[in-house]
């Protein structure tokens, strides 16, 4: 398996035969740290119907955000993304309002 690291400096081929596999796996480590989401917990999509509690909702997207570790600033876009029809139109037709009521915390 061969990787290309155009910014290493060549002087690391002293380092020794791992050294490839060392700045790789760096190089993940990294990439991973700087990812603006993962998911671990899914989120169900809530679609605003009769039979579905939005209270309850956001309470398992809290839930699913935390243990996700998602970015404080990504929890409104992310949650707007599991909202579907009529909840999706509900949202955007008054943003604010919807923020506010259903997101009380600090977001």
Not at 65 to 73: M, V
Not at 81 to 92: C, I, S, T, V
Request: proline share 5%; charged share 30%.
């Amino acid at each position: 398996m061969h990787f290309c690291f155009p910014f290493i400096n060549k002087k690391l081929t002293v380092i020794g035969p791992y050294y490839k596999y060392i700045i790789y796996i760096v190089f993940l480590a990294t990439a991973n740290q700087n990812r603006t989401t993962s998911k671990v917990v899914d989120v169900p999509f809530f679609y605003g119907r009769d039979d579905e509690d939005p209270y309850e909702w956001c309470r398992l997207f809290e839930a699913a955000f935390a243990a996700n570790g998602w970015p404080d600033n990504r929890k409104i876009a992310l949650a707007a993304g599991f909202l579907k029809e009529a909840a999706r139109d509900w949202y955007e037709e008054d943003r604010e309002k919807v923020i506010s009521k259903l997101f009380r915390s600090k977001v």
